[in-house]
């Protein structure tokens, strides 16, 4: 079947940058998302990316797709400690969404 | 933006009894919702899909008695855990998409603990 890849942790120090990383193998995918899940919560969008664009940027937020080698990336500057969390990468074709397992961002300070 | 509600946020229930979640979009018109589970430290797992009026397209490995589903206005889907057992204990996550919502916006989860 078609999968969303992802590291499973990363750990930077506050103030510096995080890039989290996702692969994907569905070529036909239309949007490609980033959402954040806080302990115990839900799932919070953060950003999305049309298949068309290569990149997007939102405050802090930069989401960079390379479509070729199906690579996503998050990258998030002047990461603080509340922006430790779990970040899921997914990729959807209409409807139909697929979920990376999730990288687990420690921000230390 | 679009608001996607869930109730309850926490529910703990004897083992053999019913759970009902509730999924509402509060400022659109969800004519299909997705109902997910969570395990501990995993990622999301698509149980089922819903078309509202129409009967849910479940996942493989999902069991449609266990599991009912019910989308019956384009504001409300509910999922019933049916004779819950402990295994069943999970966080349950509910999204949904349709007029007047750009992307798929998910509620915030219910966790289900079952004694």
């Known amino acids: 079947g078609e999968d969303v890849e992802q590291s499973l942790f990363l750990s930077v120090r506050e103030g510096d940058s995080s890039v989290i990383n996702c692969t994907y193998t569905?070529?036909?995918?239309?949007?490609l998302y980033w959402y954040k899940q806080e302990p115990g919560a839900g799932l919070q969008l953060l950003t999305y990316i049309f298949s068309n664009m290569d990149m997007k940027q939102d405050q802090r937020l930069t989401v960079l797709l390379n479509k070729k080698d199906k690579h996503l990336s998050l990258r998030i500057a002047d990461t603080q400690t509340g922006d430790s969390a779990i970040y899921f990468c997914a990729e959807s074709e209409n409807n139909d969404m697929r979920f990376g397992a999730g990288t687990r961002l420690t921000v230390k300070p | 933006g679009a608001v996607v509600s869930q109730h309850p946020s926490w529910v703990i229930c004897k083992s053999g009894t019913s759970v009902k979640i509730e999924c509402r979009s509060l400022d659109f018109q969800a004519t299909t919702m997705f109902w997910y589970r969570q395990f501990p430290k995993q990622s999301l797992m698509l149980m089922a899909t819903?078309?509202?009026?129409?009967?849910?397209?479940?996942e493989q490995g999902v069991e449609k008695d266990k599991f009912l589903i019910n989308h019956a206005s384009l504001t409300l889907s509910t999922l019933t855990v049916t004779s819950a057992h402990p295994e069943d204990s999970s966080f349950y996550i509910c999204s949904a998409t349709g007029f007047g919502a750009n992307v798929l916006t998910f509620g915030a989860g219910s966790r289900l603990t079952v004694l």
């Open positions: 569905d070529s036909s995918s239309t949007y």
């Open positions: 819903s078309n509202e009026g129409s009967k849910a397209t479940y």
